[in-house]
């Protein structure tokens, strides 16, 4: 087994974020699957492995061809998702979910709603993918295609696809995702959900563009205090 510490961390913070994707109800039973990237490698988790006693030695490291390189399990049956998103320029991070109000949503639109500025996280939309089996070639390019310049796609009957530039961020995204489509399936159930404008929605992105630029200009430089 690896020890190189950066391929330890990638395992333990995999392990960490799973049990996390059970607790706050985004995946039940084995379902769902994340990834990471470290090194030259990706982490990915194992097929068919509970979550509650999954531990870092069952984590998978695979190069970008899908090869593995080490690890006694096999890798999740969406590896080829896991792959194909980390190919995207600026992903370092994946986490896919089978996460209820989602899946729930793809079943009557082909997007999610603009229920709240909350969507400009996103780029100010996410599609819904078309249908296809899971671990197929089908479901990579359907999700892909959906995907195009976002970070956050939902699959069809299926689960949500999250890419970030680290896995906390990425496993935001998929908590904000799932909490934007509970909103717009509690409102639907009782009434027709007012919508925001293109106009509101670019405001929204506008604003969340100034505010990442002040968290950038005031992080701490490398070797400062």
Avoid at 1 to 15: F, N, Q
Avoid at 83 to 89: I, K, Q
Avoid at 107 to 135: C, E, K, N, T
Avoid at 173 to 187: K, N, P, T, Y
Wanted: glycine share 10%.
């Amino acid at each position: 087994m690896s020890t190189h510490p950066d391929h330890d961390a990638a395992r333990e913070s995999l392990c960490t974020w799973s049990r996390r994707m059970v607790r706050d109800g985004l995946v039940v039973g084995t379902s769902g699957n994340l990834s990471v990237r470290t090194g030259d490698m990706i982490a990915v988790t194992p097929s068919g492995v509970d979550y509650e006693t999954m531990a870092p030695g069952d984590v998978v490291l695979v190069d970008g061809a899908g090869s593995v390189v080490d690890g006694s399990r096999a890798p999740t049956s969406e590896l080829a998702l896991h792959l194909a998103a980390h190919a995207r320029p600026g992903t370092a991070a994946v986490v896919h979910t089978h996460s209820p109000a989602a899946v729930a949503m793809s079943l009557l639109r082909d997007d999610v709603p603009p229920v709240h500025y909350q969507i400009a996280m996103f780029g100010g939309s996410v599609r819904v993918a078309g249908y296809a089996p899971f671990g197929s070639d089908e479901l990579v390019a359907n999700a892909m295609a959906a995907l195009g310049d976002g970070t956050a796609v939902v699959m069809g009957n299926h689960g949500t696809l999250v890419l970030g530039e680290q896995l906390g961020a990425a496993y935001d995204g998929a908590r904000q995702l799932e909490w934007l489509c509970d909103v717009w399936l509690r409102a639907r159930a009782v009434g027709e959900p007012r919508l925001l404008s293109p106009e509101q929605i670019s405001e929204a992105l506008a604003r969340f563009a100034a505010q990442k630029q002040k968290v950038r200009a005031t992080a701490p430089r490398p070797g400062t205090r």
